[in-house]
């Protein structure tokens, strides 16, 4: 059973998340030869604040 998490800076759409879930659980399938109902994908979206990258804050990017 597959599951895979994905962390995202907030702001992504609802039509962004489904399709990308979508072309996740299609490659799972055909690469690890299981079933779409066997594919588990969370998403935690979190402020940019919780995220840096470089040691800089993508809050205290421009």
């Known amino acids: 059973m597959p599951i895979v998490t994905?962390?995202?800076?907030?702001?992504?759409?609802?039509?962004?998340k489904r399709e990308l879930a979508k072309r996740i659980t299609d490659a799972i399938v055909e690469l690890l030869k299981t079933t779409?109902?066997?594919?588990?994908?969370?998403y935690r979206d979190g402020p940019r604040s919780?995220?840096?990258?470089?040691?800089?804050?993508?809050s205290d990017r421009k």
């Open 6 to 16: 994905i962390d995202l800076v907030e702001g992504r759409t609802i039509e962004q």
């Open 50 to 58: 919780n995220f840096a990258k470089a040691g800089v804050l993508l």
């Open 36 to 42: 779409p109902d066997q594919v588990t994908i969370i």
